[in-house]
């Protein structure tokens, strides 16, 4: 199986910061990635698929990059609403242990 | 619009079973697959499978293979999540989820979640 590896896991970071996630496959998977923003007590949402493109009405303001094993979310300038906990996942298959990211 | 609506809540003994449905409208049921994902508290996010509602093909992760069973009605567009052998560690909210498919592979709709809780 596949494994993916999330970095960090917990990320301070204040409004208006940029903000990098990384995640890692144990082996190539092209493009086969999909991040999501998941909220205390609520089901996960999906920002990015195919490790780039933006699912409809996620601001401009995340993007997705990478390829084969190595993989990144960014978030250009961080907002209120972006404090939240970050899942990549192999698509179809496993997640990453999740970023945390929170006020400094 | 598209809606996954699970079941509620459950409290399980060691060792039994639990059951857990996600009921579908919206869409064409056949057209997607579901997947199976659930949170221990705390805890990250842990594939569980996915099962195709045209035939009830299937794939498990490996933690879940024998002890998970996913099927399928479709005359009610209702899926079905049975977990085996409950042990503490499986206490979890546990989510069914819509596979966008091959135009949006990652999952674009997600149920409201089913929190399970194991406990003698």
């Known amino acids: 199986d596949i494994q993916m590896t999330q970095s960090p896991s917990t990320l301070s970071a204040s409004v208006g910061d940029r903000v990098t996630i990384t995640c890692r496959a144990s082996?190539?998977?092209?493009?086969?990635v999909a991040w999501y923003q998941q909220k205390p007590g609520k089901a996960p949402k999906l920002l990015i698929y195919?490790?780039?493109t933006l699912e409809s009405g996620v601001p401009a303001r995340f993007s997705g990059s990478g390829s084969g094993t190595e993989f990144t979310l960014t978030i250009s300038s961080l907002q209120s609403d972006d404090f939240a906990t970050y899942h990549c996942q192999h698509y179809n298959s496993y997640f990453g242990q999740g970023t945390k990211v929170e006020i400094k | 619009q598209v809606q996954l609506v699970q079941s509620g809540a459950e409290v399980k003994k060691p060792g039994a079973s639990v059951k857990i449905s996600c009921k579908a409208s919206?869409?064409?049921?056949?057209?997607?697959?579901l997947h199976w994902v659930r949170q221990a508290p705390g805890q990250g996010l842990e594939w569980m499978g996915i099962?195709?509602?045209?035939?009830?093909?299937?794939s498990y992760a490996e933690n879940f293979l024998g002890r998970a069973t996913m099927t399928t009605d479709t005359s009610t567009s209702t899926v079905y999540m049975e977990l085996n052998s409950l042990r503490s560690e499986d206490t979890a909210v546990y989510y069914c989820a819509r596979d966008g498919g091959d135009y949006l592979p990652g999952l674009d709709y997600w149920g409201q979640g089913a929190l399970v809780t194991v406990s003698s």
């Open positions: 195919r490790a780039s």
């Open positions: 082996q190539s998977i092209s493009r086969w």
């Open positions: 099962i195709n509602p045209n035939g009830g093909s299937t």
């Open positions: 919206g869409y064409t049921f056949n057209d997607y697959y």
